[in-house]
């Protein structure tokens, strides 16, 4: 499979729990970026990795939320202490560079829903 | 912040016929990148067109072209001889090389196009 892999495909949880969400991008891509998308809603962008380093963690909501990538490409987005309102699809893309002209390639998301 | 438009939350268009879809963007940057993307049922987000700021002329990919008016901040996307496969949610999204922002894509809210037979 040359495109980029996201799993669980689907989680369910409960309120107060702790979830990762992992991201397998294309090989050899060095820019790795996570995107939320809300119900009705485009997706919102969350952090974006150049290699293992966070280039830009902004867009993420709170402190419960952390993402890593110790080794510079699987990536996993924590969400501890879920709340009902951080039910959502979890967007992850890649591309070879950062630039902006580059394409980023999307997974089919994790939907994440919290009871 | 950079913010993008799409006034039309659903669109329909017969099989074979022509549609355009509206996008408009907010930006004080000159130098900047569009993008449709379309996503279907299965989520996955794909990428349909681009256009380089700096370009005049507009992009064109098959039967996807875009009308890009840079003053006006306008960048609408036009499907000719629309086929049921086109059906899905159509975002328009904005990129630029800003060291603050580098990398992150700016979306609309999305226009679900249905086609009919």
């Known amino acids: 499979g040359a495109g980029v892999s996201q799993t669980p495909s689907n989680k369910v949880t409960e309120k107060g729990k702790y979830v990762e969400l992992r991201c397998d991008p294309i090989s050899g891509h060095t820019a790795l970026y996570w995107y939320r998308q809300s119900l009705g809603q485009g997706p919102e962008f969350l952090i974006y990795f150049q290699g293992t380093g966070a280039a830009d963690d902004s867009g993420l909501p709170n402190d419960r939320f952390f993402a890593v990538r110790p080794e510079g490409s699987v990536s996993t987005l924590k969400i501890q202490r879920t709340e009902r309102g951080d039910s959502a699809v979890y967007l992850c893309?890649?591309?070879?560079?950062?630039?902006?002209?580059?394409?980023?390639?999307f997974g089919p998301g994790t939907r994440l829903t919290v009871l | 912040a950079q913010t993008v438009t799409q006034s039309q939350p659903e669109m329909s268009v017969q099989e074979a016929e022509t549609v355009t879809l509206s996008c408009t963007y907010d930006t004080s940057e000159s130098d900047y990148y569009l993008f449709w993307y379309k996503q279907p049922p299965s989520r996955q987000m794909i990428l349909v067109i681009r256009?380089?700021?700096?370009?005049?002329q507009n992009a064109t990919e098959n039967r996807f072209s875009v009308n890009f008016q840079k003053a006006a901040k306008s960048f609408s996307l036009k499907i000719s001889d629309s086929q049921l496969g086109d059906a899905a949610m159509y975002f328009c999204?904005?990129?630029?090389?800003?060291?603050?922002?580098?990398?992150?894509?700016?979306f609309g809210r999305g226009t679900q196009l249905t086609v009919w037979p």
């Open positions: 999204a904005y990129r630029d090389d800003r060291g603050s922002t580098l990398g992150r894509l700016y």
């Open positions: 256009q380089e700021a700096y370009k005049q």
């Open positions: 893309a890649s591309s070879p560079n950062p630039g902006a002209y580059n394409e980023q390639f």
